[in-house]
């Protein structure tokens, strides 16, 4: 299957959900390690396939966005002596002449003189290489510094799922991968597919077309080295017949919990796709037969509370592990916490439960939950 020229037409609506994704990530990672004493003087941002740095009306495309975010903190940067290389690589395999590698440079090059001293605090490494080469080349820099990492499928043989078992190797490397999912429902049986990710597609059509992505995901978290701390994350995103979707990759609790925010802000009915991709909204409907089935957000809260009643949720650090294992956000395990106490169900020692990242591991704060009722 021949690669997707992107950029001779103006983004489609997917696109822009997949480039504001990556930038609202990247707006949530550059903070993190600039502001890091540990992290060094040196942060990496890769970018696979970047494309032109605009599309045809002027929309900018991962490049310039990230950019924009560099520019932003650049106060900061300066501050802490912080310096980022962006690495970015596009490259048409068919075509002798580079066209759209020569309009990346171009459009990168006049927004670094349009903010004259930024060029002081961010190094453009271009390359125009096929991925399959250029990846390998790359690994050292990205496992040697705190890397954030841009992949797209972007034709057959970039699924592969040694780029998830390599960066899997790496220790402070964040990745964001999209994948065009649904190929795999109409390819997935397919020799060319096959050899570079063999997805079991009998196992993946058990469930509805809308939960492609999520599928994939689930197959590709089994090929991971068993005990691995790496947490993968899906982001599905749907136009018109097809769905394609994000997988985010990261090891740190602070990046996942990051993401997720992301994730929830792009969709609060689900954090999960750009559509309603588990009927949430129907279910918030009147029933007039049988029981109200839960929405996604709902029935995890009923867990949380049952996982505390039981004890098997006893403080704020297994209740905030155990929030970003189901993929949800911290306000959503709060809340249930909150409405316990009210209802002198449990007690906890502290106007907040504490639900989140900074308590539960940057001041190691621990909260321990009493648990005065088991009724209900």
């Known amino acids: 299957m021949a690669a997707i020229d992107l950029h001779s037409k103006p983004f489609d609506e997917e696109t822009i959900t997949k480039l504001e994704i990556f930038e609202n990530y990247a707006q949530a990672w550059l903070p993190t390690f600039i502001m890091w004493p540990k992290s060094g003087p040196t942060l990496c941002i890769f ?11 002027g929309v900018p495309g991962s490049p310039i966005r990230f950019l924009k975010k560099i520019q932003e903190y650049r106060g900061d940067m300066f501050k802490n002596k912080i310096k980022v290389e962006l690495y970015l690589n596009e490259f048409e395999p068919t075509k002798k002449k580079q066209e759209k590698f020569e309009l990346l440079k171009k459009s990168c090059d006049q927004f670094l003189l349009d903010y004259p001293g930024l060029s002081h605090l961010v190094h453009i490494n271009y390359s125009n290489e096929d991925c399959e080469t250029l990846f390998p080349k790359l690994l050292p820099t990205i496992a040697k510094y705190p890397s954030l990492v841009y992949l797209d499928q972007n ?5 592969d799922a040694k780029y998830f078992l390599e960066l899997e190797k790496t220790s402070t490397t964040d990745f964001l991968y999209f994948l065009s999912s649904s190929y795999f429902w ?3 049986t397919t020799d060319e597919f096959k050899k570079h990710l063999n997805i079991d597609m009998v196992e993946a059509k058990k469930d509805p077309y809308q939960h492609i992505h999520r599928n994939i995901l689930g197959q590709l978290k089994k090929k991971m080295p068993v005990g691995s701390p ?5 982001f599905s ?4 017949p097809n769905i394609h979707g994000i997988i985010f990759g990261a090891k740190h609790p602070r990046a996942v919990d990051k993401f997720l925010t992301v994730a929830w802000e792009k ?12 009927d949430d909204m129907g279910k918030q409907q009147m029933v ?3 029981a109200q089935k839960p929405t996604k957000i709902e029935g995890f809260q009923a867990e949380v509370r049952k996982k505390i009643l039981t004890g098997e949720l006893q403080n704020n650090k297994q209740l905030f592990d155990f929030t970003l294992e189901q993929g949800h956000i911290a306000t959503h395990a709060a809340v249930v916490l909150k409405e316990m106490k009210k209802n002198k ?6 106007i907040s439960p504490l639900v989140n990242y900074d308590n539960a591991y940057k001041k190691s704060k621990i909260l321990e939950y009493t648990v005065l009722t088991r009724n209900g």
């Open 186 to 188: 109409r390819f997935g």
């Open 288 to 290: 007039l037969f049988g």
């Open 47 to 57: 970018d696979f396939f970047a494309g032109t740095g605009y599309d045809m009306n």
């Open 267 to 278: 969709n609060s009915l689900n954090g999960q796709a750009n559509f309603d991709i588990d």
């Open 345 to 350: 169900e449990v007690h906890y020692n502290s």
């Open 155 to 159: 034709g057959v043989k970039f699924a």
């Open 237 to 240: 995103i749907k136009r018109d």
């Open 230 to 234: 790496l947490k993968l994350y899906p």
